[in-house]
């Protein structure tokens, strides 16, 4: 792995750039604060909207996972041809990926149907040990095509792929392990809430105090958004009598979509004061041979 930490921004990739260098402009954006309080909110989002769909509309887990995942290949097709970063774009990639894995991990779980109670899956604990088993697989085929795992300097189209594989799992894998800390395990939507929460801070400390690699970290923390949302989206749409907020999945999905798209645009104010610096032409991590850009290329300043 790539000692070059992901959890917050620590500058630009490490090589030296003469003027007249080819760059490739970012697609990735900077993981800051602001970057975990999109990711938490599009989550969250996306765990209501799927219920919304899914449980509220009964509509099924089948027929909603298919309908997700064609919304997701749209828009991230969209994002992989892109020539530059769009925050509007990217979040809505991820909340594609929330969308449709909280739809596949429920499917996986509990099987057929459109009640959050129903018994024909495979139950939690397999579907995340499966799903646990399918991102080591993602991540070890990223180290073997030599593409960095450093995030924010992902500039390969190859490398972008693999990043949103990485995303749709991970967050397929947040639902299922919020799943079983919830239902399979006495501490409650609340109580998982607050021990992902813990987790968390454990985390960050580990982050700034200790030599831990920041892209583990920062895959963690992926993971563990995913179900900190599903507990905080229970925690809205829950009656008043299970320890809820009660405002049921549509109001809760309105809220939350109202509120990712004000600090999308929140974000995307401050790019336009202080636009992402490009990054140099990629080579292959194992090899040192040119790879295909991700972005669209511009030629350094004198």
């Keep these: 792995m790539s000692s070059h930490s992901s959890f917050d921004h620590h500058g630009d990739s490490g090589r030296s750039l003469n003027a007249g260098s080819t760059l490739v402009m970012r697609k990735l954006p900077h993981v800051t604060v602001l970057f975990w309080i999109l990711k938490t909110i599009a989550v969250t989002l996306g765990e209501t909207a799927g219920d919304l769909f899914g449980i509220t509309l009964q509509v099924g887990y089948v027929a909603m996972a298919l309908a997700f995942l064609v919304f997701f290949l749209v828009v991230v097709t969209l994002q992989v041809r892109a020539r530059r970063f769009h925050p509007a774009l990217f979040w809505t990639v991820v909340l594609s990926t929330s969308m449709v894995g909280t739809e596949i991990s429920d499917f996986m779980n509990r099987g057929f149907g459109h009640a959050s109670t129903d018994a024909g899956g495979i139950g939690y604990v397999r579907g995340g040990i499966i799903l646990t088993t399918a991102l080591a697989i993602v991540f070890v085929i990223w180290w073997r095509t030599g593409q960095t795992y450093a995030v924010e300097n992902i500039a390969t189209r190859k490398g972008e792929i693999l990043y949103w594989t990485a995303i749709l799992i991970s967050n397929t894998l947040g639902t299922s392990s919020g799943d079983i800390l919830s239902d399979d395990t006495p501490l409650g939507f609340r109580g998982a809430f607050l021990v992902i929460t813990g987790v968390m801070v454990v985390l960050i400390a580990a982050h ?65 004061k202080h636009p992402l610096a490009p990054l140099p032409a990629p080579v292959n991590r194992r090899t040192g041979e040119p790879e295909q850009p991700n972005g669209a290329l511009v030629k350094a300043e004198l």
Excluded: C, H, M
Aim: glycine fraction near 16%; avoid cysteine.
């Design 208 to 272: 700034y105090l200790t030599a831990i690699n920041g892209t583990l970290i920062f895959w963690i923390a992926f993971v563990l958004t995913r179900p900190l949302g599903a507990a905080g989206g229970d925690s809205l749409v829950k009656p008043a009598d299970e320890g809820g907020l009660g405002w049921g999945t549509l109001w809760a999905s309105v809220a939350l979509l109202v509120l990712l798209a004000g600090f999308t645009a929140f974000q995307t104010i401050g790019l336009r």
